[in-house]
């Protein structure tokens, strides 16, 4: 199954592969993937709750083939300046992690959630930063007309879901933390936007989870 399969029939398969929406216990549960994954020696102790958030992973369904809907994050906010990411935030007392997703991606690029069919959830996803994030997939209509707010999002970009389920396109790159510890992180580049760290770390796990492959 590839990114120019008939919708119809794609959408039937990722679903397939997906945890259902209705499934709290998914989004609330213990990370299957985190930051951490390539550096299990850095494992952190517990110590507090993780902070719920979720992200919404937007499959823009185009005529050449599915893309993913991406952004590129504000250079005035005060964390991840500049970094790429998917449209997300943390979660609000009382929501699911698919209102979360629907709720912050039309705040952060003004996608109305009437343009979203919801396909499921994806493997939730612990940052070194406290956050436990729940990736919710959807298709997203191409004759959508977005606005991104500039207070949060400096630019937004497709990358084709061909690319970014390729294994081979995934590095392993490395950052020496102010610590002296080395943090090594997925990453890759297409067309000059340099997708890495949590970003990374959830589609890859988006790869595995669809196609069965083992973390490598």
Known sequence: MNAHTPSEEL???????????????AADGVAGRSDFDLNPEQWPAPDE??????????????????????????DTLRRHTGQVALPGGRRDPGETAWQTALREAEEEIGLHPSHVTLAGQSTPYRTGTGYLITPVVGFVRPTLSLRPNPDEVAEIFETPFGFLMNPANYEQHER???????????AMTHENQYIWGAT???LRALYDRLYGAALA
Do not use: C, K, N
Request: charged content about 25%; glycine content about 8%.
């Open 200 to 202: 990374a770390g959830m």
């Open 49 to 74: 709750p993780l902070t719920p958030a979720a992200v919404l992973v937007p499959l823009v369904e185009r005529p050449e083939g599915v893309s993913v809907l991406l952004t590129r994050r504000a």
């Open 11 to 25: 959408r039937a398969w990722i679903g397939r592969h997906l945890d259902p929406l209705e499934d709290a216990e």
């Open 176 to 186: 020496t933390l102010p610590t002296g510890e080395v943090r090594r992180f997925y």
